[in-house]
């Protein structure tokens, strides 16, 4: 990129947070959960059409990504390099950039089933946990599994060949919608599920999707996984 074509981009990037709606919004991200346009709108104090056309030009100029998850549509930063640009902005101000707050029912919060694998506090650290122990890691829109977490994870009881065998996506991460962060989707969420119900790490409550996670399986995740206050 020659110079001229860099002022060029350098400028319209400015150009797209200098907008105090459109800066609201991207702050309101900076947290890593996603939020819904509604959500958004509300934070930057704008009507949904007008927040629509902060979107596109958010979108254009690569700072936020859409995430598709269902009939929802989220978005959040596009990168980390995005979050760092705006760290260090917010560094010359006196902004205090407000905690997410999600208001989903206490019973859910915790655990609940999405579709056939985990979802709610206990899932995304069970996803963070994974990922940060290198167990799994990020090919494209997915996850495979590495050396390491199929050898582990066959250690916990899980049948690692008969996850992979199976036609569909091994791992993927799947938005949690109170958490606006992921957890693991796919053959592998669903594994995960059923062998933390088989060891009573989980129990399913009665006309519900909603899971408690029993004291045994507090212990034995930790143990397990290294999560700690699930």
Same mark, same amino acid.
């Given at each position: =990129?020659?110079?001229?074509?860099?002022?060029?981009?350098?400028?319209?990037?400015?150009?797209?947070?200098?907008?105090?709606?459109?800066?609201? =919004?991207?702050?309101?991200?900076?947290?890593?959960?996603?939020?819904?346009?509604?959500? !958004?709108?509300?934070?930057?104090?704008?009507?949904?059409?007008?927040?629509?056309?902060?979107?596109?030009?958010? /979108?254009?100029?690569? !700072?936020?990504? =859409?995430?598709?998850? *269902?009939?929802?549509? #989220?978005? /959040?930063?596009?990168? @980390?390099?995005?979050?760092? @640009?705006?760290?260090?902005? $917010?560094?010359?101000?006196?902004?205090?950039?407000?905690?997410?707050?999600?208001?989903?029912?206490?019973?859910?919060?915790?655990?609940? %089933?999405? #579709?056939?694998?985990?979802?709610?506090?206990?899932?995304?650290?069970?996803?963070?946990? $994974?990922?940060?122990?290198? &167990?799994?890691?990020?090919? *494209?829109?997915? #996850?495979?599994? %590495?050396?390491?977490?199929?050898?582990?994870? @066959? /250690?916990?009881?899980?049948?690692?060949?008969?996850?992979?065998?199976?036609? /569909?996506?091994?791992?993927?991460?799947?938005?949690? &919608?109170?958490?606006?962060?992921?957890?693991?989707?796919?053959?592998?969420?669903?594994? !995960?599920?059923?062998?933390? $119900?088989?060891?009573? &790490?989980?129990?399913?409550? $009665?006309?519900?999707?909603?899971?408690?996670?029993?004291?045994?399986?507090?212990?034995?995740?930790?143990?397990?996984? *290294?999560?700690?206050?699930?």
């Amino acid at each position: =990129m020659d110079v001229e074509a860099a002022d060029l981009s350098l400028a319209a990037v400015a150009g797209a947070i200098a907008d105090p709606a459109r800066s609201r =919004m991207l702050c309101s991200l900076l947290d890593g959960h996603a939020r819904t346009a509604t959500e !958004l709108a509300a934070v930057a104090d704008i009507g949904a059409s007008t927040a629509s056309g902060h979107f596109l030009r958010l /979108r254009e100029q690569g !700072l936020v990504e =859409m995430l598709v998850q *269902g009939r929802h549509r #989220y978005y /959040r930063l596009a990168n @980390a390099r995005v979050a760092q @640009a705006l760290e260090a902005l $917010l560094s010359i101000t006196e902004r205090n950039v407000a905690p997410f707050q999600p208001s989903t029912p206490s019973a859910l919060k915790q655990a609940r %089933t999405c #579709y056939d694998h985990i979802a709610g506090e206990v899932a995304v650290k069970l996803h963070d946990a $994974l990922l940060q122990a290198s &167990w799994i890691e990020e090919q *494209g829109k997915d #996850y495979v599994l %590495t050396e390491k977490g199929a050898t582990l994870l @066959a /250690r916990v009881g899980i049948d690692v060949d008969a996850v992979s065998r199976q036609r /569909r996506r091994l791992a993927y991460p799947c938005l949690d &919608w109170s958490e606006r962060s992921p957890h693991i989707g796919g053959a592998l969420g669903a594994a !995960l599920l059923e062998l933390l $119900l088989k060891r009573g &790490w989980v129990n399913r409550h $009665l006309d519900s999707r909603a899971l408690s996670l029993t004291a045994k399986g507090e212990k034995s995740l930790a143990k397990a996984f *290294g999560l700690q206050g699930g």
